[in-house]
């Protein structure tokens, strides 16, 4: 099987609809402008990796009959990353045993903090609170193997939090039923030079782009066009998306190969 990514949340930390508002896109009927949290699943051989656990894990997660995961890959400690930490313990449950949980060390150390009751599991009075996640700290420009899939964690700058990341690579570039290469880049308002020559020839690059005026720590649509006009993949999706974007009114103005994420969208390489 190809390599795939799917869409589970494309919205930004409030998610969209926000709590209290009501301006046309949060009282909006069409479902592309309705986003969970940022999450997306990649799958290749049968096997399915998470890449951040968003608020909303559970309902993308019975959405889409998650039933497995072969490990679980954070870009950064925020809550609209995190939150569905818990919901992990689920997995655990169903599989019937540890998951892997792949992080910078400082992202690592900070989950520990936020997530005490799961891993420091000795100290659980009660044994269903007890997550199995077996972290493995992982450092920039440094790939790894997971499954015959290549990961590499890339280097973006989230305002002045340096954050994660992620290529995968998997099998030949850009063969029809073959492998692919996707990289997940939510959350960086710039890409820091050194990062650039690992976002080369890409069939799939998935870029944040949260509004169109200026965001200390988000890239705007137009900042995230010159990214992808720099890397040139072979499609790009847009994703972290606040209410500010209506999807009906900006798809159609995108540049070829350009696209705007929606939740539950699919997108597989080689096509
Ligand atoms: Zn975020
Ligand atoms: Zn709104
Ligand atoms: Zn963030």
Redesign the pocket.
Known sequence: MSLELIFLGTG??AGVPMIGCDCEVCRSNDPRDCRT??SVLVRYDGRSYLIDAAPELRQQAIAHDITRLDGVLFTHA?A??VLGIDDLRRFNAVMKGPLDIHAEQSVLDRLGVMFRYIFEAHKNINDSFVANLIAHPRMVGEPFDLSGGTWTPLRLMHGRLPIFGYRIDHGPTGTSGGGGAIAYC??ASSVPPETFPLLENLDVLVIDALRYRHHPTHMTVDQALAVIEQVKPRRAYLT?IAHDIRHADLEPKLPEHVYLSFDGLVVGCGE
């Open positions: 930004t930390s949290r940022p925020h609209d990353h939510t959350d972290h």
